[in-house]
């Protein structure tokens, strides 16, 4: 953290001209801010020479605009922290990604110091203290403890929801279980369905029941109510027995296991694979795997989809900035010592890369307002994390976002076999997110530069999560750009020709996958003589902590 931040200081003072340069710019600014000061101070009215940003929403209350005093609050705050994110991205003699580095600690720092986190510089606070004769505050205790008590600023109560009851609640089996994973077939919701299955490779950071959340927002009933035939994976949470696990096991046991399941449940000679975030890096490895372990003719999968997916990590955003050697080797020594990473380091990672709206907004309404966090089903699988076996993350951080070999050709080898992605050959359906922070679409568009089969891209608004759970209604909430990708475009090139559609994605992905499921057949009951059920769905390993 305080590398970055160093090296940013001492660039400055090696360029004095650059620096006296920006002292110039400052003390423009600060002179139309004491301008405006001066006016507020007298009465008189005077258009704020510095706005929050779009998405600040810590300065919304009027409050922070009609009183003089908290007005200039939020205006020498404002002013300060502009120019010293400008100051640092801008910084002379630093390479791109350490600006990058330097900016972001930095931005922590100033998003902890805001005036709307302590109670005597948040006027919002003080007034619901005094109109609730202080039991704002006596609620914002308890809060406190009660975060304290958990170890992290909780984003929903514990009681608002429970897998099985009120999420994850579509009808299934489980039909398969290894030391890995548990493999899921869904009861059909309709009479008939297509022949060929769906299988989904869900992300092992988080659980699975993310696509199956509410009725109203699950893919997996969407799919069902297509008339599809859906297993999906539900991932063990490991513990410090599975510490030597490899990423070849999730390959062999994970991805292939549930291939070899579906089509050995329905007689199918092929699947439609579709896989999520770090599910999806997987099944990218799985394709390039499978087309040099099978014939041609024989790759059980017939066509595949990602979601939100990087298997080039040049540019991972803003998760970047905790990947450097020294950083992969002290998380790679710490998870050495307990056999595991747990949980909820990597949820505060996550949550560190939107500190105002992940850490600091959820402090000021629990702390200092006294408020409950509402309840909100995708915050509540947020913070429902699982932990990572240290053999296979240990090797997932070095060899994926240090050393970025997935996109060499055989620069990895997989259970016995060299990845070369250009080999796959087979259709792919791929989606990025326009706001996502974990796996930036430009980023996730360069699958398409890579692979060699036929592909169509879509970009949903929204972000890592909400643009993939993302269910149409009406009216659209949400919109979505889509076209088929050329292997020689880059990501901005695809935009221009992209078209723009309002609603979900969803209804444009099934009906590029529905034709290619095979004809309609009887629809399969969840469980079988052959695959009986083990256990009813959501299964045993997503209720493990």
């Known amino acids: 953290m305080a590398a970055p931040i160093m090296h940013a200081q001492l660039a400055w003072l090696a360029h004095p001209q650059e620096l006296a340069e920006r002292m110039v710019e400052l003390s423009s600014d600060l002179w139309r801010l004491q301008w405006h000061s001066a006016c507020r101070a007298m009465g008189l009215a005077s258009k704020d020479p510095v706005v929050p940003n779009a998405d600040d929403e810590r300065f919304a209350d009027p409050v922070w605009t009609d009183s003089a005093t908290w007005d200039l609050t ?24 350490e600006r990058r580095r330097a900016a972001f600690w930095w931005r922590k720092w100033l998003n902890a110091v805001a005036p709307t986190n302590f109670f005597w510089t948040n006027p919002v606070a003080i007034r619901k203290a005094m109109e609730t004769k202080g039991e704002s505050l006596a609620e914002g205790v308890r809060n406190m403890l009660a975060d304290l008590e958990a170890g992290e600023i909780r984003l929903s109560s514990p009681g608002d929801f429970k897998v099985g009851v009120t999420l994850g609640t579509t009808a299934g089996t489980v039909v398969f279980r290894n030391q890995l994973l548990e493999v899921i077939h869904y009861a059909p919701t309709q009479p008939k369905v297509h022949a060929e299955p769906v299988v989904i490779v869900t992300p092992w950071i988080n659980k699975f029941y993310i696509l199956d959340l509410t009725p109203k927002k699950s893919m997996v009933r969407y799919l069902l109510d297509q008339g599809l035939d859906v297993f999906i994976t539900s991932w063990k949470n490991p513990d410090q027995s599975m510490r030597d696990v490899t990423f070849d096991a999730y390959l062999e046991e994970g991805v292939q296991a549930i291939v070899e399941t579906a089509r050995s449940f329905t007689g199918a000679a092929k699947v439609h ?88 907004h959820y402090v000021v309404h629990g702390w200092l307002y006294g408020e409950a966090p509402a309840p909100f089903d995708v915050l509540y699988w947020n913070m429902d994390a699982t ?71 879509v970009l949903s608004s929204s972000g890592h999560i909400l643009g993939i759970v993302n269910p149409p209604v009406n009216p659209p909430r949400r919109k979505y750009w889509v076209a088929a990708a050329r292997r020689t475009d880059k990501a901005d090139d695809w935009r221009k ?38 256990a009813r769905a959501p299964g045993q390993y997503v209720l493990e902590r």
């Open 74 to 97: 939020k205006e020498w705050y404002l002013a300060f922290t502009h120019h010293m994110q400008d100051m640092l991205f801008d910084t002379p003699g630093l390479s791109s990604k």
């Open 273 to 360: 694979a579709v896989g999520y975030c770090i599910g999806g890096t997987a099944l990218a490895m799985y394709m390039a795997w499978a087309n040099r372990r099978f014939p041609p003719n024989e790759v059980p999968v017939a066509d595949w989809t990602l979601f939100t997916t990087l298997v080039d990590f040049h540019r991972p955003g803003d998760i970047e900035v905790f990947i450097d050697e020294a950083s992969v080797r002290y998380l790679s020594e710490n998870m050495a010592r307990k056999g595991f990473l747990e949980g909820k380091e990597m949820a505060s990672a996550f949550r560190l890369l939107r500190s105002n709206s992940l850490i600091w």
């Open 387 to 457: 932990r990572m076996p240290y053999a296979m993350h240990a090797w997932y951080l070095r060899e994926l976002y240090l050393e970025n070999r997935l996109i060499e050709v055989d620069g990895l080898t997989i259970s016995g076999q060299p990845i070369d992605l250009s080999r796959i050959v087979q259709p792919l359906y791929a989606v990025g997110a326009e706001d996502d922070h974990i796996a930036p679409w430009a980023q996730a568009y360069r699958v398409n530069n890579i692979v060699t089969g036929p592909r169509r891209f």
């Open 497 to 534: 020709h992209a078209e723009e559609h309002e609603g979900s994605w969803w209804n444009d992905w099934v009906a590029w996958l529905k034709p290619r499921c095979g004809e309609l057949v009887d629809a399969r009951p969840a469980a079988s003589a052959a695959f009986p059920e083990i």
